[in-house]
């Protein structure tokens, strides 16, 4: 009998968390950027976010991407994320929307920041707005200034688009 409640004890005592793991850190008004070489890349601000070892949960999240001059290129704006620390890369996540000096706008569920290869990657569905087009598709790449876009498929709407 001694042999089974010592079994137990050690079977129910290995199963126990570290709660150095499942530590968090809340922070309102976050801002995290990045740069190379003294250049800023990107400033992002959330209203709030977990910090977590290697990541932060970040909600409320507008993404500045910068020029060499440090003007505003493009926004990105969604209502969660999850950026993560080494490599830079984010998850935008519901309601996300990306704009270039008002002249051309696409909307989705979500996207990912590619930091290292400096692509905004969408696998879902997005809607791509300008002034002379309006395209529905799924799954598209594009560089940071909105200049470079492949659409991967499904492709619908008016405007030129060139493959």
Partial sequence: MRYIIFILLFIGC??????????????????????????????????????????????GVRLNFLSENKDTISKLFSD??????????????????VILSDTIKIFSDSLKWDNKSGKIIIEGNFKYISMSEEIEGEGMESDRFLKEVVIKKRIKGKGEYKR
Avoid: C, R
């Fill in 80 to 97: 969660s994320g999850v950026v993560f620390e080494n490599s830079g890369n984010l998850t935008a996540l519901s309601n996300v929307k």
């Fill in 14 to 59: 290995s199963k126990v968390k570290n709660t150095e793991e499942t530590q968090k850190v809340s922070v309102k008004d976050f801002t995290i950027s990045e740069s190379i070489s003294g250049n800023k890349n990107w400033i992002l601000f959330a209203d709030s976010a977990i910090v977590k070892d290697t990541s932060y949960i970040i909600y």
